[in-house]
Nanobody, 117 residues
Framework: QVRLVESGGGLVQAGGSLRLSCAASGSRSDFSIYLMGWYRQAPGKQRELVANITSGGSTNYADSVKGRFTISRDNAKNTVYLQMNSLKPEDTAVYYC?????????WGQGTQVTVSS
């Protein structure tokens, strides 16, 4: 069982920045094998992929965040990050960390990000 704990959310004005962190623990396997992703869910909307990063460091971003958000991972610290710049009110959501390997998938409890206009 992999435990994921997100941190770094909060309230920020439009144009500001936040850095989310997701610390993983409890895995019997090396953290580096997991595809790590950040998802978000706004009120009344479905959860959507924001960005993910493979074990090899390849990244993928939703069109809405390209050029503003950067996902990275530190396998030595079992941690994945999401640097969010130029934040917009439409980025307001609960952000969830996800770890996936083959058929196994794990979620964190989420962290709230609120961007005021």
């Amino acid at each position: 069982q992999v435990r994921l704990v997100e941190s770094g959310g909060g309230l920020v004005q439009a144009g500001g920045s936040l850095r989310l962190s997701c610390a993983a623990s409890g895995s019997r396997s090396d953290f580096s094998i997991y595809l790590m992703g950040w998802y978000r869910q706004a009120p009344g909307k479905q959860r959507e992929l924001v960005a993910n990063i493979t074990s090899g460091g390849s990244t993928n971003y939703a069109d809405s965040v390209k050029g503003r958000f950067t996902i990275s991972r530190d396998n030595a610290k079992n941690t994945v990050y999401l640097q969010m710049n130029s934040l917009k009110p439409e980025d307001t959501a609960v952000y969830y960390c996800n770890a996936r390997f083959s058929a196994l998938g794990y979620w964190g409890q989420g962290t709230q990000v609120t961007v005021s206009s």
